[in-house]
T-cell receptor, first 110, second 113 residues
Framework: NAGVTQTPKFQVLKTGQSMTLQCAQD?????MYWYRQDPGMGLRLIYY???????DKGEVPNGYNVSRLNKREFSLRLESAAPSQTSVYFC?????????FGPGTRLTVL | GDSVTQMEGPVTLSEEAFLTINCTYT??????LFWYVQYPGEGLQLLLK?????DKGSNKGFEATYRKETTSFHLEKGSVQVSDSAVYFC????????????FGKGITLSVRP
């Protein structure tokens, strides 16, 4: 079991560029999440998906889009990156009362 | 809305010292409460949880008791080790076992030999 995997691990973008962060889980979980982690802010929910085919906005969705491609995969897209999106991004999946996190993607937008 | 407040950090302790990290929550009703830990360079992982009032969660020598009267879920360990150095997050989950988590800001613990 690989658990939750994320690619890439590091990425540097220029303002205005686009990219997609990939996330996959092999635990057959229904629910998946995208968070961003910023110093002094804790983790903030960007989007989540309660099941295949459904997605909902979290606390900070502006500037992002998501796709729940199938039960395993949940991708996060930045259409036009901004310096304010410099952060560490975590994907997670869950069972009742426990979330499992990937290792994160460190994104820098110049 | 729901919120979780953690004490300000960072915290630096000597090995074998006693640890307390405070966490309080606000919610309408009785959420489930969690402590997650993030070791350097890794994602978060569940440390312990309590799903109803007066429950005590415990794992790896850490404990936390769900106290409804004080809306608190303080994390304690009797004797910390260098390997406990990490960032600790308190979180609440309101209504539904798969609903969203609300995280506190996290606190960095450094344990020196």
């Amino acid at each position: 079991n690989a658990g939750v995997t994320q690619t890439p691990k590091f990425q540097v973008l220029k303002t205005g560029q686009s990219m997609t962060l990939q996330c996959a889980q092999d635990m057959n979980h229904n629910s998946m999440y995208w968070y961003r982690q910023d110093p002094g802010m804790g983790l903030r929910l960007i989007y989540y998906s309660a099941s295949e085919g459904t997605t909902d906005k979290g606390e900070v969705p502006n500037g992002y889009n998501v796709s729940r491609l199938n039960k395993r995969e949940f991708s996060l897209r930045l259409e036009s990156a901004a310096p304010s999106q410099t952060s560490v991004y975590f994907c997670a999946s869950s069972v009742p009362y426990e979330q499992f996190f990937g290792p994160g993607t460190r994104l820098t937008v110049l | 809305g729901d919120s979780v407040t953690q004490m300000e950090g960072p915290v630096t302790l000597s090995e074998e010292a006693f640890l307390t990290i405070n966490c309080t929550y606000t919610a309408t009703g009785y959420p489930s409460l969690f402590w997650y830990v993030q070791y350097p360079g890794e994602g978060l992982q569940l440390l312990l949880k309590a799903t109803k009032a007066d429950d005590k969660g415990s794992n790896k020598g850490f404990e936390a008791t769900y106290r409804k009267e004080t809306t608190s879920f303080h994390l304690e360990k009797g004797s910390v080790q260098v390997s406990d150095s990490a960032v600790y997050f308190c979180a609440s989950q309101y209504t539904g076992a798969n609903s969203k988590l609300t995280f506190g800001k996290g606190i960095t613990l450094s344990v020196r030999p």
